[in-house]
């Protein structure tokens, strides 16, 4: 069957089930090919440009010697990476411990947040204070208080293991935040939505579970997971009440040799592990964007 509209572009040419390109569309996309193997070509030459002129620029500083002598000792490095990745995995432990935590209690404070009847006020107001409280307090003062003051209280039941602390207190600073991201799923769901789910007879609870967070879940991996980036370099901030992860063995190694070499290391160690999280996060944020048709 001939093409309908003949001088219209982009017309494919259907056989029977099979649709044929036309000639005019094997052309653009070899255009768009070209195109793409230019910008790819542009791109790498001014990347590997600016990489040089960076290198040259440092290498050819006054104090390069000093720096290279105190933070890329290769014979540190080797030296040193041992204890820092073995730190690493109480770091990484802690991370999957918290994350699970954090996204039960902000997903619980969104909905405490979320509830307008009169008689439940209270939870909505402690719910909202707790955002509140959380959030404008540093993550590293909440590591304090908690690594320093729930075993001053000598209370029965308190735990007193540093890593499960640091994982406490990480829980509480970073769920204020993931309730907020919660929250905004759950208000970016038309109103009109609700109103069919109770309209069909669907309670306020069944609502919510099937209609409103479903959706409202979807649209907020990406910034959840920008915020569990953060949280895994903030793990580091543990070591300041004193457990043996990745940072403190560094700080140890460092202390003993006056070598700030450990630290390139454990710096290293966080970008292995945040740039796949970073990079997975930009391929679903371009996913929803295309889904949505930006």
Same mark, same amino acid.
């Given at each position: 069957?001939?093409?309908?509209?003949?001088?219209?572009?982009?017309?494919?040419?259907?056989?029977?089930?099979?649709?044929?390109?036309?000639?005019?569309?094997?052309?653009?996309?070899?255009?768009?090919?070209?195109?793409?193997?230019?910008?790819?070509?542009?791109?790498?030459?001014?990347?590997?440009?600016?990489?040089?002129?960076?290198?040259?620029?440092?290498?050819?500083?006054?104090?390069?010697?000093?720096?290279?002598?105190?933070?890329?000792?290769?014979?540190?490095?080797?030296?040193?990476?041992?204890?820092?990745?073995?730190?690493?995995?109480?770091?990484?432990?802690?991370?999957?411990?918290?994350?699970?935590?954090?996204?039960?209690?902000?997903?619980?404070?969104?909905?405490?947040?979320?509830?307008?009847?009169?008689?439940?006020?209270?939870?909505?107001?402690?719910?909202?204070?707790?955002?509140?409280?959380?959030?404008?307090?540093?993550?590293?003062?909440?590591? &304090?208080?908690?690594?320093?003051?729930?075993?001053?209280?000598?209370?029965?039941?308190?735990?007193?293991?540093?890593?499960?602390?640091?994982?406490?207190?990480?829980?509480?600073?970073?769920?204020? &935040?993931?309730?907020?991201?919660?929250?905004?799923? /759950?208000?970016?769901?038309?109103?009109?939505?609700?109103?069919?789910?109770?309209?069909?007879?669907?309670?306020?609870?069944?609502?919510?579970?099937?209609?409103? #967070?479903?959706?409202?879940?979807?649209?907020?991996?990406?910034?959840?997971?920008?915020?569990? /980036?953060?949280?895994?370099?903030?793990?580091? #901030?543990?070591?300041?009440?004193?457990?043996?992860?990745?940072?403190?063995?560094?700080? /140890?190694?460092?202390?003993?040799?006056?070598?700030?070499? %450990? &630290?390139?290391?454990?710096?290293? #160690?966080? /970008? #292995?592990?945040?740039? %796949?999280?970073?990079?997975?996060?930009?391929?679903?944020?371009?996913?929803?964007?295309?889904?949505?048709?930006?």
């Amino acid at each position: 069957m001939a093409e309908r509209g003949g001088g219209r572009a982009g017309a494919e040419v259907t056989a029977g089930s099979t649709r044929v390109k036309s000639e005019r569309q094997h052309e653009r996309e070899r255009i768009r090919r070209s195109q793409g193997r230019r910008t790819a070509s542009i791109a790498t030459a001014s990347t590997f440009v600016f990489v040089v002129l960076v290198v040259w620029i440092v290498t050819n500083a006054p104090g390069w010697p000093r720096v290279r002598e105190k933070f890329f000792d290769g014979e540190m490095f080797v030296r040193a990476l041992p204890d820092v990745l073995d730190g690493f995995l109480l770091n990484i432990k802690m991370f999957l411990i918290a994350e699970p935590l954090i996204l039960l209690v902000g997903l619980l404070v969104a909905l405490a947040r979320s509830i307008r009847t009169p008689a439940f006020f209270p939870i909505r107001a402690l719910a909202t204070l707790y955002v509140d409280i959380f959030r404008g307090v540093p993550t590293l003062l909440v590591i &304090y208080l908690i690594g320093f003051g729930l075993p001053a209280l000598n209370l029965q039941g308190v735990p007193t293991d540093l890593a499960t602390l640091g994982i406490i207190a990480l829980t509480l600073s970073y769920g204020a &935040y993931v309730a907020e991201v919660f929250r905004s799923g /759950i208000e970016s769901i038309h109103p009109s939505q609700v109103a069919a789910a109770r309209s069909l007879g669907l309670s306020h609870i069944k609502t919510m579970r099937f209609v409103v #967070l479903p959706q409202a879940t979807r649209r907020v991996v990406p910034p959840l997971l920008n915020d569990f /980036i953060s949280l895994q370099k903030d793990t580091a #901030l543990v070591a300041t009440i004193g457990p043996l992860e990745a940072l403190r063995q560094a700080q /140890i190694h460092a202390a003993n040799t006056f070598n700030y070499t %450990p &630290y390139l290391v454990t710096s290293l #160690l966080f /970008i #292995l592990l945040t740039i %796949p999280m970073a990079r997975f996060t930009d391929h679903l944020a371009a996913r929803t964007r295309r889904r949505r048709g930006a």
